[in-house]
T-cell receptor, first 114, second 109 residues
Framework: DGGITQSPKYLFRKEGQNVTLSCEQNLNHDAMYWYRQDPGQGLRLIYYSQIVNDFQKGDIAEGYSVSREKKESFPLTVTSAQKNPTAFYLC?????????????FGSGTQLSVL | GQNIDQPTEMTATEGAIVQINCTYQTSGFNGLFWYQQHAGEAPTFLSYNVLDGLEEKGRFSSFLSRSKGYSYLLLKELQMKDSASYLCAVRDRTAGNKLTFGGGTRVLV
């Protein structure tokens, strides 16, 4: 079955530590996205990539980094510069053709600070 | 930038109808999406509107008025499983066609 896989489901970060969240898709989608969701709030865009080896900052990119070396993979690193990393992180992908391209989401990673 | 507003929470009983409003301000409107999200899970696509009017899909319908910057999601014959957050998202062609999400409306059945 095609879909988006995020791992791990739960992740804990110590002070000063970098952590990486995995996102893999086998939908053959060109575009991939990372969103952050805080309790009771909507999704905010961190980074997005429209094509391999290219990505752009979203609305809240500070303290995060990404790479897009393969079409299927778009890992997100939460760096020690991100002072308030506790949140639910969602990865999504979409095709690039047509304006009605909807996002397909992974099941999310809950990141907490120890 | 964009500004998307929707109510924080709504409560309704089984079998009832609930209407979730979404207002937006955007310079390059290019489509509006509704997603359903159960707690701790991924959002799932419900509907898409780009032209004015009503789109119906079973118990769910979505309406759009571009001139008013307004949309609503109508949930009919509410069931317990409809208890979830409903996210309104707007695509803006002047912002690289990115989707910007509202804060979500939590519906309690």
């Amino acid at each position: 079955d095609g879909g988006i896989t995020q791992s791990p489901k739960y992740l804990f970060r110590k002070e000063g530590q970098n952590v990486t969240l995995s996102c893999e898709q086998n939908l053959n989608h060109d575009a991939m996205y990372w969103y952050r969701q805080d309790p009771g709030q909507g999704l905010r865009l961190i980074y997005y990539s429209q094509i391999v080896n290219d990505f752009q900052k979203g609305d809240i990119a500070e303290g995060y980094s990404v790479s897009r070396e393969k079409k299927e993979s778009f890992p997100l690193t939460v760096t020690s510069a991100q002072k308030n990393p506790t949140a639910f992180y969602l990865c999504a992908s979409s095709t690039r053709t047509g304006d009605n391209e909807k996002l397909f989401f992974g099941s999310g990673t809950q990141l907490s600070v120890l | 930038g964009q500004n998307i507003d929707q109510p924080t929470e709504m409560t309704a009983t089984e079998g009832a109808i609930v209407q979730i409003n979404c207002t937006y301000q955007t310079s390059g409107f290019n489509g509006l999406f509704w997603y359903q999200q159960h707690a701790g899970e991924a959002p799932t696509f419900l509907s898409y509107n780009v032209l004015d009017g009503l789109e119906e899909k079973g118990r769910f319908s979505s309406f759009l008025s571009r001139s008013k910057g307004y949309s609503y999601l109508l949930l009919k014959e509410l069931q317990m499983k409809d208890s979830a957050s409903y996210l309104c998202a707007v695509r803006d062609r002047t912002a690289g066609n990115k989707l910007t999400f509202g804060g979500g409306t939590r519906v309690l059945v």
